[in-house]
């Protein structure tokens, strides 16, 4: 899938797909030639899912798999966490994402032939994941070894306005001479992970932290199996969670001969067999419809009535409308989230793909969070992050904000559980957990995860965008207020003041780790710092607008809460007083208090073989060098960007992004629209690239675990803030623009409070256009535009800002003296040293050696 150097590789507009294989279509994904060399990535590539429901693209022939996948949102199974050594407050139940009853298995058989992928000698083969209308398709001629050439095709939905419900098509054609098939649809139990003839999938290498835990004991204990008329539902409880599960198909035949059915049911595994015997032309279709119901409380035989009633409406309205429902979604979808580059088809495409998989991942939650991996597999356990908050919830803000607010308010059902956590870890308010499913802390690893504070700020921060821009003030003055207020008390009670001699009283934050997990458990973490800042700051501004618009509200929120107004008030006087730390010898501001006292990982002599560096070094080697995993302050400087100069941002860019490896597949969309906003254009380029091509070039080696869904939001964040220069510090929208050289045009599309307005960045313009509601006012460089229905504005731009070529120098820093009389000086930990000096250029081994 990968190709490090591809035929014409240009550093500018690079392309890290095989276009013989996968094609240049902007509205489609499409593969010509099955390899199963790179099945993992393939399958979560053609992956289809609506938010609730996910099919991993897995082949419906066959045994040809890396990993078999069919995921429910927030379906899981829990396990006790085994602490080598037991402390208080560490978490003590695991939460994974359920592997759960599989339908795509649609078999072909043709003369007792199995149809095999993997060995069947393919005259033609086409995969098409088409983004346009939600649909996977895929067509290939078989010639059998008998010499029939037979024609399959098939196509796969998860439909997005029917949450519970997929619909799966198999077509056989025999074009040479008459022969007996047989088609075997299957609804399959895998246990931890087993194929049709339960083998065991093999697992190579190091245990890997972005992969799920593998669960070994049975998950899902069988409550229901019944088969009547052609339809089937298996029911189960998974052993420990207690969570509940129903999944029921149903098949109709088209087929113009005789044929008949055979079928065998047991509580793991369901099986129709059609057979008949097929002439040349003779087309047989197998139509396949499945429901899944779930539920926390509902027993097994309630959600069965409920697949029922999920089949038998696609039964009255029938299959077709299903898909003309589908294309009609996703049209509404285009029209209101597609980004357009103009003369970049291949660009085209991978942006399409990278918004599609928000959809996939978010669309039908309906009350559940985004997990990292959307429903394509099972990487990190199937959990919640920061991630979201902060990545995917801006795209649905400003494009289906009914989205965002139905992955916001699972955030709200979360609140007793974080009261619970804050308690556990000596806090008074809410605590979020750092990776979660049902609510409850689920990192093992206390320093790179509890520890992790600044998720409450990052919860707060999405629930102030959204009702922005939305105007959502219901969901304020019920849901989002509650959130605010306790995780400000937990900031006030965390935080401490304290005197500095000619500085006067400021408030510090201590022991926490920042977005960066190589460098943990510090004091004033600038990220930390500022968005707790931001925290307390916009809960007190909430109080306040309940108190002046909505007395009533206020005054039931003030006594279900407990608060007073002298808690509010000591919010501010926090606020105002936060620390935020700068180095006067450096010039930026440091991303800890005792950041720039250590040494400097020399990244440009670190082996590649050595990357990512969580895979190769213990945590304690990696915390003792400046070494970013992922952006940190730099994510401040986005984030919060009205607090920090133009000077300010660029000095600190110029500084840390020679420091970040880009282990994080969060941190290039984030350095790429810093490296736009402060004049580094082709570093913001390049990082876009390498954010736009994570999974469909496999760039970090592991898309085979599902889709980097924060980097599909990333994408958009990309394009949008960074390139569309777009900001929304205030309730005025605001764009400087950063086009890229290359770019003839950049489109995309804005919804604030039920307006709906296109932006067209060119290089010497900016244009806006009305596409639904009343109007808005922007802001383009500092000057205000009313934008009513009635026209076009076309804004003209004096360039696209400053243009500074290459990158940062990694040595600009390399040798200034610090506080204490030392010198920054680049430097490895001795076993890279031991290991690669006789490699090195003799300069650097000299370099090496005197650090």
């Given at each position: 899938m990968k190709a490090a150097q591809p035929r014409g590789f240009d550093e500018l507009h690079p392309d890290y797909m095989d276009r013989l294989r996968f094609p240049v279509d902007p509205w489609r994904l499409v593969e010509t030639e099955f390899s199963k060399d790179d099945l993992g990535v393939t399958e979560t590539l053609f992956a289809v899912a609506n938010g609730y429901l996910g099919l991993r693209g897995n082949v419906e022939d066959g045994h040809d798999a890396h990993a078999h996948g069919t995921f429910i949102n927030g379906f899981h199974e829990t396990w006790d966490i085994r602490h080598a050594e037991e402390a208080y407050g560490f978490a003590r139940t695991g939460q994974t994402i359920?592997?759960?009853?599989?339908?795509?298995?649609?078999?072909?058989?043709?003369?007792?032939?199995?149809?095999?992928?993997?060995?069947a000698d393919l005259i033609e083969y086409e995969r098409v994941l088409d983004m346009r209308e939600g649909i996977l398709t895929?067509?290939?001629?078989w010639r059998t070894p008998s010499g029939n050439r037979?024609?399959?095709?098939?196509?796969?939905?998860?439909?997005?306005?029917?949450?519970?419900?997929?619909?799966m098509t198999y077509e056989v054609e025999l074009l040479d001479k008459a022969a007996p098939i047989a088609?075997?649809?299957?609804?399959?139990?895998?246990?931890?992970?087993l194929d049709e003839y339960r083998a065991t999938p093999v697992r190579e290498g190091m245990a890997d932290p972005r992969k799920a835990n593998n669960l070994e004991d049975r998950v899902l204990e069988p409550r229901i199996q019944h088969a009547d008329d052609g339809r089937v539902v298996l029911g189960y409880k998974a052993a420990n969670s207690g969570m509940t599960l129903a999944a029921a198909m149903e098949h109709t035949i088209d087929f113009d001969g005789e044929y008949d059915r055979v079928d065998e049911v047991d509580p793991d595994y369901a099986?129709?067999?059609?057979?008949a015997r097929a002439e040349p032309g003779q087309v047989f279709t197998l139509t396949k419809v499945v429901s899944y119901h779930t539920s926390r409380l509902v027993p097994p035989r309630e959600l069965a009535d409920r697949c029922h009633r999920t089949l038998d409406r696609v039964r009255q309205e029938g299959v077709e409308k299903q898909f003309e429902q589908q294309r009609e979604w996703m049209k509404d979808f285009w029209n209101r989230s597609d980004v357009e580059i103009e003369g970049h088809d291949d660009t085209q495409q991978a942006v399409r793909w990278n918004l599609f998989q928000l959809a996939q991942a978010a669309a039908r939650g309906d009350g559940f969070g985004v997990?990292?991996?959307?429903?394509?597999?099972?990487?990190?356990?199937g959990h919640y992050f920061w991630d979201s908050e902060v990545y995917v919830m801006p795209f649905f803000t400003y494009t289906s904000p009914i989205i965002a607010r139905n992955a916001l308010r699972y955030r709200y059902q979360m609140l007793p559980a974080a009261r619970r956590r804050a308690g556990e870890l000596a806090q008074h308010g809410?605590?979020?957990?750092?990776?979660?499913i049902n609510g409850e802390e689920a990192s093992a690893y206390y320093a790179a995860g509890t520890a992790q504070y600044h998720i409450d700020a990052d919860i707060s921060y999405a629930i102030d965008k959204y009702v922005r821009a939305t105007g959502d003030d219901e969901f304020l003055a019920r849901n989002g207020i509650d959130i605010l207020v306790e995780t400000a008390r937990m900031w006030a009670d965390l935080g401490f003041w304290r005197k500095v001699e000619g500085k006067g009283e400021s408030f510090r934050i201590h022991g926490v780790t920042g977005p960066d997990e190589y460098t943990t458990v510090v004091n004033d973490n600038l990220y930390t710092n500022v968005m707790a800042r931001f925290n307390l700051r916009c809960a007190a501004s909430?109080?306040?607008?309940?108190?002046?618009?909505?007395?009533e509200q206020h005054d039931k929120m003030m006594a279900r809460l407990n608060l007073t107004s002298d808690e509010v008030d000591e919010w501010t006087r926090a606020a105002d007083g936060m620390a935020v730390l700068w180095d006067d010898l450096l010039g930026i501001h440091p991303q800890d208090a005792l950041f720039n006292e250590r040494e400097v990982w020399d990244l440009a002599n670190t082996p590649p073989e050595q990357r990512p560096l969580l895979l190769h070094f213990h945590p304690l080697v990696i915390y003792r060098f400046q070494v970013l995993k992922q952006a940190d302050v730099v994510l401040a400087l986005f984030l919060q960007g009205e607090h920090f100069t133009p000077e300010e941002k660029r000095k600190d860019f110029e500084y840390y992004d020679p420091i970040t490896t880009g282990d994080s597949t969060l941190s290039g969309v984030v350095q790429s629209i810093i490296a736009a906003e402060v004049g580094y254009h082709e570093l913001a380029l390049k990082y876009f690239w390498d954010s736009l091509y994570v999974d469909l070039g496999d760039l970090h080696a592991n898309a085979s675990d599902g889709v980097h869904t924060a980097s599909t939001g990333g994408v958009w964040s990309s394009l949008v803030y960074g390139f569309g220069g777009f900001r929304d510090y205030g309730d005025v929208l605001r764009f400087d623009p950063r086009l890229p050289e290359d770019w003839q045009s950049l489109t995309f599309r804005l919804t604030q409070r039920g307006t709906r307005v296109k932006v067209t960045v060119r290089e010497a313009s900016i244009s806006f256009t009305i596409e639904e509601g009343p109007g808005l006012t922007v802001d383009v460089r500092g000057e205000r535009h009313s934008l009513t229905q009635l026209s076009e504005l076309e804004v003209p731009l004096d360039g696209q800002g400053e243009r500074i070529p290459g990158e940062p120098d990694a040595a600009a820093f390399h040798g200034t003296v610090r506080a204490d009389g030392t010198v920054i000086t680049p430097s490895l930990p001795s076993s890279v040293t031991e290991t690669t000096e006789m490699e090195l250029p003799e300069e650097n081994q000299l370099r090496t050696e005197g650090s």
């Open positions: 359920a592997n759960v009853p599989d339908s795509k298995i649609i078999r072909l058989y043709v003369n007792d032939e199995p149809l095999l992928l993997s060995t895929r067509e290939l001629l037979v024609r399959v095709r098939s196509q796969r939905m998860v439909s997005f306005s029917q949450r519970h419900l997929a619909v088609v075997s649809s299957q609804l399959l139990n895998r246990q931890a992970g099986k129709h067999v059609f057979r997990p990292a991996k959307g429903l394509t597999g099972s990487g990190y356990g809410a605590l979020y957990p750092w990776r979660t909430a109080v306040h607008k309940l108190r002046d618009r909505w007395p």
